[in-house]
């Protein structure tokens, strides 16, 4: 079914919504390529027939670091490839990717573009540490020989394995937002960020890339502030944020304030593998003046925009409401 054209919010979303992670062979190791992204196009085109302007960014995780190690791989015929231009490659494939899965499910009715985006970052701060995990996932004694033949820095991803870590450096600023706020308002659905952008610094009057990968829900707070969006939804493999994960007593938010969120954050209720990301991301959001973060599942993001579903993350509030 086409989707209207005719766009009544004049205030855009943000959407987070790509999750390549999710799609990995009975190997463990993530396809270069993923399967078409239906259920994220679908949140995208369900905030467009509720009238938003929307655009989207995504991550690129797996595929950067496949590609990466594919690269390393094959340096005896080809000059290996740095690492952020293996991120402008996959950039390019996962939006190419998504940009037709919204055209399908959008019956060609609305304008769908894809947008190489480049991320201002400063390369002393890249430089320091490698806090990002990249690529496929290996056993404990498969990534220290890695490590130990390959130069890498390897870490225990959150217990589902261990993996590559690389630099990540803060968003400063987004090149191309101009031409993408330009894009929104025009009615076009677009794609952005992807992959958290292509991290570059300027020198001399041009950019340089930066061989790091920014983080996909820091770039994406960046974007949404940049575009003055009003709602910045980060989309995850769960439905809505919990305290006490995993455990007997794991309990679902369905609304807290930034004041609570830090406090929950400080009693280390989002680990930094798996929901601390998005919970940072929709903090520093509200502290530039947006108004609403939700973070849920693909299926339920316009639900949570509209307050019946996942959990929305406010400035003020009476209250964390913790459902029984």
Known sequence: ?????????????????????????????????????????????????????????????????????????????????????????????????????????????VPVVSVVTHTVVDPEVAGRSATKPIGPFYTRERALQLAASRGWQVVDDAGRGWRRVVASPEPLGIVEARAIRDLVAAGHLVIACGGGGIPVTRRAGRLEGVDAVVDKDLAAWRLAVELDAGVLALVTGVDCVSVHHGTPQQRPITEMSLAETDELDRAGHFPPGSMGPKVAAAARFLRNGGRLAVITSAEHVLDAVEGRHGTRIVSGGGGARVSA
């Open 1 to 109: 079914m086409p989707v209207p054209r005719r766009v009544l919010s004049s205030t855009p979303c943000s959407l987070s919504c790509i999750r390549p992670e999710g799609v990995r062979n009975a190997r463990r190791h993530p396809p270069v390529a993923p399967g078409p992204p239906q259920h994220e196009a679908g949140a995208a085109a369900a905030l467009l027939h509720a009238g938003w302007r929307v655009a989207i960014s995504h991550g690129n995780g797996p595929q950067v670091g496949a590609l990466a190690l594919q690269q390393e791989e094959g340096e005896r015929e080809v000059p290996a490839q740095p690492l952020f231009a293996v991120g402008a490659m996959t950039q390019g494939l996962l939006g190419s990717m998504l940009a037709m899965a919204l055209d399908e499910i959008c019956g060609g009715g």
